[in-house]
């Protein structure tokens, strides 16, 4: 058990709707980091939040957002689904943002969208 | 930016054997490096990192890998595998510059342990 925790752990919906995914890190951990992983497109880093900002930005499409709240947990509000958002969804937390600590995950939130 | 290669998407080998996994990178800056493995159904597990200083780097698990700057290389290494450790292995590279925060990841190797 990493210590972090993502819920849902599965989730069904159709296209076009929007989903909330959540994460809550590690106690003390201060970065939450989103993560994408499919078949076909493998793992692919989505955003990055330090202390409830913004620090880092990957292949996170416009129809996806994030946010960190005061209390540290994290959401992903996924909009507009299409089926091609079909994936794992992870999130990782660390201590800091600057240096590399280890990154921990949380088991997932598995996505379909019919 | 940076990118990462694992040429290999699955490598079975029998148990007791010794076996590599191999990673490419690339970058125009330096980078800080490293292994993740993902067993079925679980998240992502750090194996090990490079950051700085002995090329040879030492993880969990008996997993040792080796940081090649002239050849951009970060292969994977165990002397003698086990059947648990049958998962996913992942190779990332990150840059290690100031405000460089993105993690790149490959597209992974299934390592298959055979009785």
């Known amino acids: 058990d990493s210590g972090v925790t993502q819920t849902p752990k599965h989730l069904i919906t159709a296209t076009g709707q929007r989903v909330t995914l959540r994460c809550s890190p590690r106690?003390?951990?201060?970065?939450v980091y989103w993560y994408q992983q499919s078949l076909d497109q493998g793992l692919q880093f989505l955003i990055q939040?330090?202390?409830?900002?913004?620090?880092a930005k990957g292949n996170i499409l416009e129809r996806f957002s994030a946010q960190q709240f005061p209390d540290l947990h994290s959401e992903l509000n996924l909009s507009s689904l299409e089926l091609g958002d079909s994936a794992l969804y992870f999130c990782?937390?660390?201590?800091?943002?600057?240096?590399?600590?280890?990154?921990?995950f949380g088991p997932g939130t598995r996505l379909t969208v019919l | 930016a940076q990118s990462v290669t694992q040429l290999d998407s699955q490598v079975p080998v029998f148990e007791e054997a010794p076996v590599e996994l191999r990673c490419n990178y690339s970058?125009?800056?330096?980078?800080?490096l490293f292994w993740y493995v993902q067993y079925p159904n679980q998240g992502l597990q750090l194996l090990l990192k490079?950051?700085?200083?002995?090329?040879l780097v030492k993880g969990i698990n008996g997993f040792e890998a080796e940081f090649n700057k002239s050849q951009t290389s970060f292969h994977l290494r165990k002397p003698s595998v086990h059947i648990s450790d049958t998962a996913e292995y992942f190779c990332?590279?990150?840059?290690?510059?100031?405000?460089?925060?993105?993690?790149?990841f490959g597209t992974g190797t299934r390592l298959k342990v055979l009785a």
């Open positions: 990782a937390s660390s201590t800091t943002s600057g240096s590399p600590d280890t990154q921990y």
């Open positions: 106690s003390g951990d201060l970065s």
């Open positions: 939040y330090y202390n409830g900002e913004e620090r």
């Open positions: 970058s125009s800056v330096s980078v800080y």
């Open positions: 490079y950051l700085s200083g002995s090329t």
């Open positions: 990332a590279v990150r840059g290690s510059g100031s405000g460089t925060y993105k993690y790149i």
